[in-house]
């Protein structure tokens, strides 16, 4: 039989049967929540907001999007759905078709119409990976997307949902890269933009130390040499 070379102090002893039982806490909190997170192949039940929220979490969707998929007329209306105001159940049944329409997603996932729009953590990610992740903080991304610089903070932490026009943006993105642009093509194409109308407005653009043209001709010469002045 092997012994411990060593012994452990009564500190170290202490520290460590507080870890092991916050260990154990936090999985019996996990294992809570995931028996009573509703579970998507739950045929026999009716379909309610929570079920419409797990499919928004599975997909990594953003509500413009999901109220795109379901026909939910605006924003507002999807939250109080997933959200119901106090003292309305969240076990309410969805508007019938709706139900039908996440049913239908839910037994044929060929046919949810993904991939046509970088999520908002996607996005971050990219203009981190293009300008730098010092460059890129949540203030700024907010920024490059034409919004306030605490928009960024909201989406990214789960506190804010982006608006339809950002939806747009995030959509024609993700449809430059699907036409075989590159992501420094497409960051540096967007930031030329975001200068141009920052400074058209006479305000200080996000990113402005960087010169996204010369960067585009600098990697594409090809291609953007007509841009340069």
């Not at 507080?18 to 045929?43: C, G, W, Y």
């Not at 970088?118 to 490059?144: A, I, N």
């Not at 420094?184 to 967007?190: A, F, G, K, N, S």
Request: proline share 6%.
């Amino acid at each position: 039989m092997m012994r411990c070379p060593f012994v452990l102090n009564h500190d170290f002893q202490i520290k460590l049967q507080f870890q092991l039982s916050d260990s154990v806490s936090l999985l019996t909190h996990e294992i809570a929540l995931s028996r009573a997170m509703p579970q998507i192949n739950d045929k026999n039940k009716p379909r309610t907001g929570a079920y419409l929220n797990l499919f928004k979490q599975k997909y990594g969707l953003t509500v413009s999007k999901m109220c795109a998929l379901f026909g939910i007329s605006t924003q507002a209306k999807f939250n109080s759905i997933v959200r119901p105001p106090e003292g309305n159940s969240s076990d309410e049944p969805l508007d019938p078709t709706v139900a039908l329409i996440l049913r239908l997603y839910e037994t044929h996932e060929s046919l949810v119409p993904l991939n046509n729009e970088l999520s908002l953590e996607d996005t971050y990610k990219m203009f981190q990976r293009v300008f730098g992740k010092t460059k890129v903080s949540e203030s700024t991304f907010g920024q490059l997307l034409g919004r306030s610089a605490g928009s960024g903070y909201r989406w990214l932490n789960g506190s804010g949902n982006a608006t339809p026009q950002v939806g747009i943006v995030l959509e024609r993105l993700h449809h430059m890269l699907a036409s075989g642009m590159e992501e420094p093509e497409v960051c540096y194409l967007w930031l030329d933009i975001v200068h141009q109308e920052y400074r058209a407005r006479n305000q200080v653009p996000p990113l402005n130390d960087i010169d996204a043209v010369k960067l585009l001709i600098q990697k594409y010469p090809l291609k953007y040499k007509h841009m340069a002045s």
